[in-house]
């Protein structure tokens, strides 16, 4: 399963599978106090490396998310948030940033042994990267504005762009720090309050950042995190008569679910994001080095659990054969073991959950006639650790093929020409992501223009940017996180008009 080589600790040896961070934060934070729940109910957060018990966390429920809007709508209707300039809100940012840079091993260890995330991974890119989604959108805050328009009669008019609200942001747990902050920081940025409601497997971090936001100086009730389960706490943000807008990164099922509760309540608006199927398609003059690196990153990278894993790979029948045997070659040298482990490159999966359904549809896989080149199998008996697994022969009618797994599980798939490639990856219910691996700029052109997916990787892959707007097509959802996208949709547009009279022009 990987090393385990001991780490130096004070002198002592201490196997990566007993290291396990302090864990400071365990309680609701709601009103810039954190508090245990009303009901005075908690639960289990799981090591995924072991299956054991890491802290019990407050369970908050309905009458906790109550109280974290109320908190919310007195900080956004009263408090001086939504009020300061946006130079003002951008410095508290800065500050919270910098306290998130002073507090990266800890933070990127809360995920670690929460999430099953590798630690070296954490330290280097997750962490850091939050940071600096905050200082982009911190960056952004003062240049918030609208626009004066010209008229067509003797009016003067002009658009303002106001925070929208209270809002909701229920985040995944595949990434609890990026998916926080993806969420959190456009919203503060645009002068919102909000509730956060992380994952209820990986609710750790999300309450340390709760703390470093009190410390940078967000004022009472503007940032409330309220741990919990989905059906209770999730369903009671979607359906709150005084929550103004909700923000869920998750399945298709539950996304559906968000819907129904915001237009029974009060017709708040929703974004959506959902999940993909995400293609990659590999043309004959393509690197075959760089292309199967690509190809095995793209659906090992965080053990597979990432909305945009390439989990279809069609490879141009010219190099399939050989790209079919660097694959598996690969996919046989990938490290798999502990996350604290530096040389480990895939943790186990978030929970016993998802290790038993990602094993069920490799055994589907199986069944349904696939070819199994390589993988398939659990590996242990201690934790939810799966072998990298690459089928070929898969049909179109195939589980494997149309579901998401959210797992180290990949469908190899061969093609003759550019307008099958093109059709092979539009069939699904899913428009995520896709890449394209091609010397030819014309197809590259083509192929990208043709594909229904909101991102579109030429010659790359998990190429996000702050910068960059991030969202899906057709079933995996709406609404752009990332970039100026990102941040106008915490914002609402109010036009203002008044008469002109005796302007020498319109």
């Known amino acids: 399963m990987g090393s385990t080589t001991d780490s130096c600790n004070g002198g002592k040896t201490e196997p990566f599978h ?31 490396r072991n299956g054991e018990v890491i802290a019990r966390v407050a369970e908050g429920d309905k009458e906790d998310i109550d109280l974290a809007v109320k908190a919310a709508r007195a900080a956004f209707d009263h408090g001086p948030w939504p009020r300061m300039s946006g130079a003002e809100r951008a410095k508290i940012m800065m500050k919270f940033a910098d306290l998130i840079d002073q507090n990266t091993e800890e933070l990127a260890a809360l995920d670690c042994v929460d999430a099953g995330k590798l630690f070296s991974l954490g330290k ?10 905050l200082r982009y959108y911190a960056g952004a805050a003062d240049k918030i504005h609208g626009e004066v328009l010209k008229m067509s009669r003797p009016l003067h008019a002009y658009t303002l762009l106001e925070p929208i609200g209270v809002v909701g942001h229920i985040i995944p747990w595949n990434f609890p720090s990026t998916m926080f902050f993806v969420k959190a920081s456009p919203s503060l940025a645009a002068g919102c309050t909000m509730i956060v409601k992380p994952a209820e497997q990986t609710p750790l971090s999300a309450l340390y950042y709760a703390h470093l936001a009190k410390l940078a100086g967000i004022p009472d009730g503007v940032l409330n995190v309220v741990t919990g389960f989905g059906p209770t706490a999730g369903a009671a943000i979607s359906s709150h008569m005084d929550v103004d807008k909700v923000s869920f990164t998750g399945s298709g099922e539950v996304g559906r679910e968000v819907m129904k509760a915001a237009a029974a309540s009060n017709l708040k608006p929703v974004t959506l994001e959902l999940g993909g199927k995400s293609p990659l398609i590999i043309f004959d003059d393509a690197d075959i080095e760089l292309a199967s690196e690509l190809a095995i990153i793209g659906i090992l990278y965080n053990k597979g659990e990432i909305c945009v894993a390439s989990s279809r790979v069609y490879v141009q029948e010219g190099i399939y054969d050989e790209l079919v045997k660097k694959l598996v070659e690969k996919a046989k ?34 069944r349904e006639g696939a070819t199994l080149l390589t993988g398939g199998k659990a590996i242990g008996d201690k934790g939810y650790y799966i072998e990298p697994t690459i089928f070929t022969d898969v049909k179109d009618d195939m589980l494997i093929l149309k579901d998401e797994i959210f797992g180290p599980v990949m469908a190899l798939m061969k093609f003759k020409t550019v307008e099958e490639a093109i059709k092979s990856a539009n069939n699904t219910t899913y428009g995520l992501a896709a890449g394209i691996l091609t010397k030819n700029l014309d197809v590259a052109n083509t192929v990208s223009r043709s594909l229904k997916a909101g991102t579109i990787w030429i010659n790359c892959y998990f190429a996000f940017d702050h910068d960059c707007p991030f969202g899906g097509y057709k079933m995996s959802g709406f609404g752009k996180d990332m970039g100026l996208d990102g941040l106008h949709k915490y914002l609402q547009v109010k036009s203002v008009v008044t008469p002109l009279y005796n302007s020498p022009w319109l």
């Open 18 to 48: 007993e290291k396990k961070p302090a864990i400071k934060f365990t309680k609701l934070f709601i009103n810039g106090e954190f508090v245990d729940s009303v009901s005075g109910k908690t639960f289990e957060t799981i090591d995924p």
């Open 124 to 133: 280097a890119i997750d962490i850091p990267d939050v940071a600096n989604t």
């Open 333 to 366: 040298a990938w490290t798999v073991g502990d996350p604290f482990d530096p040389q480990v490159r895939q943790g186990p999966q978030v929970d016993k959950v998802q290790f038993e359904k990602v094993l069920s549809y490799i055994e589907h896989g199986k």
